[in-house]
């Protein structure tokens, strides 16, 4: 991971991640963001959690299969296309969104081209949504036989067959940033059912970019929200793990970490309607700044367990090492997983309760990892 921009200080410790991320997807059924470098590693992570999601589903196999050849598709047009300038303090971020929404999967991607391709990509995106499926079909064949290719891929045929394998039409929007560079929306629906004629969205494009700024106003690289059962956990912990670039040493506390608050919401957190003992929504967040890593799990609690809850947690926070040492060998003392978080992390949490309706809220725990620390640590 990276970060992308010059940031405060106590900017990532003060802010409340979880809330306004839990806010804009909570219409969908699964989100999972991605905003950073794409290459062939972070391709293959987000296709093992699609994949892992599928199989934890009954979705027909024709759309899986469309869905996963559509993403397969846009995060190899990220990989070819995305252009890396050299300054530090420009967000040159790509980003990846996989949603399943209650009519559709909605796959979306963002990356900077250069200004000279911008005409030429518009040119094919404009044609191929001027045709219907008949058209797109013999477009494809044409392109097969007479398309030229390049170090890049092929003259427009991905474009082609995502287009025939969603039936949708591209949404898209080119915004000049700096350097030559233009910062490139895509997204794309696929429909859950051959029948089924998704709304076009003419602000889908506008709530794309506003939402890349509420990941970059919190300095998130890696998004995960939806339902968390025993049999995805360990997968969504696997792929997570892998996406997290540090050193050794901090990358074993932070899987550590992670395991026990990913667990910690399973074992936990209270369902609403529809969940069940093995199933609960969850989130889980990973942001970064220049000092701190922050690992920010989330998940409902009931109103009439706040008081008891935030207790506990101050109680454990305000404790020293060797009061919380002697805390987690009393197999009496409630919160062990707190204490045990405290313990790995090093450093104070923090929490909100953020109110959803008269019964519950949104419950969620930010963790930080000081990396200054860890790399002299590791010298």
């Known amino acids: 991971m990276i970060y992308t921009q010059t940031m405060s200080e106590n900017s990532i410790v003060l802010d409340n991640t979880a809330y306004p ?35 934890d589903n009954k979705e027909q196999t024709i759309v899986k299969k ?32 996989l949603k399943r929404k209650q009519l559709s999967y909605s796959i979306t991607s963002a990356n900077l081209v250069y200004d000279s391709s911008v005409e030429p990509l ?40 995502m287009a025939r394998k969603s039936g949708s039409k591209f949404q898209y929007e080119f915004i000049p940033t700096k350097y030559g560079f233009s910062m490139f929306y895509m997204t794309l629906e696929i429909p859950i ?28 690289a890696l998004m995960y929200s939806g ?15 892998k996406q997290i670039n540090t050193t050794k040493l901090l990358k074993t506390r932070v899987n550590n970490l992670m395991i026990e608050m990913v667990q910690n919401i399973l074992g936990h957190a209270d369902r609403r309607e529809g969940e069940t003992e ?12 220049k000092k701190y890593l922050k690992l920010t799990s989330a998940n409902f609690i009931r109103n009439s367990k706040i008081l008891t809850t935030r207790k506990l947690l101050d109680l454990i926070n305000d404790a020293d090492k060797d009061i919380r040492s ?41 963790v930080f990892l000081t990396k200054e620390n860890e790399q002299n640590m590791a010298m």
């Not at 290459?39 to 999601?53: P, Q, W």
């Open 193 to 220: 059912a051959k029948d089924i004629v998704v709304p076009y969205d003419p602000q889908a494009i506008d709530k794309i970019r506003d939402y890349r700024r509420l990941l970059q106003q919190h300095y998130v």
């Open 122 to 161: 518009r040119q094919k995106l404009v044609k191929v949504n001027s045709m219907d499926a008949d058209q797109l079909k013999d477009y494809a064949r044409e392109v097969l036989s007479n398309g030229t290719f390049s170090s890049k891929g092929g003259a427009g045929l991905g474009l082609i067959e």
């Open 66 to 97: 469309r869905v996963y050849f559509i993403m397969v598709e846009c995060l190899q047009n990220i990989t070819r296309h995305q252009e890396i300038p050299e300054d530090p303090d420009f967000d040159q971020s790509a980003l990846f969104i």
């Open 227 to 241: 339902m968390l059962t025993h049999k995805n956990l360990k997968n969504l912990l696997t792929i997570l793990g």
């Open 21 to 55: 991320l839990y806010e804009q997807c909570k219409a969908n059924r699964l989100e999972y963001s991605y905003r950073g470098i794409v290459d062939a590693t972070v391709v293959e992570n987000i296709l093992a959690l699609a994949e892992a999601n599928f199989s």
């Open 278 to 289: 093995n199933v609960c929504y969850g989130m889980f967040v990973v942001s970064e700044d």
């Open 326 to 366: 002697n805390m987690l060998h009393d197999p009496d003392t409630p919160g062990r997983g707190f204490i045990t978080i405290a313990n790995k992390s090093r450093n104070r949490y923090t929490y909100f309760f953020d109110q959803v309706d008269a019964d519950f809220s949104l419950y969620s725990l930010n």
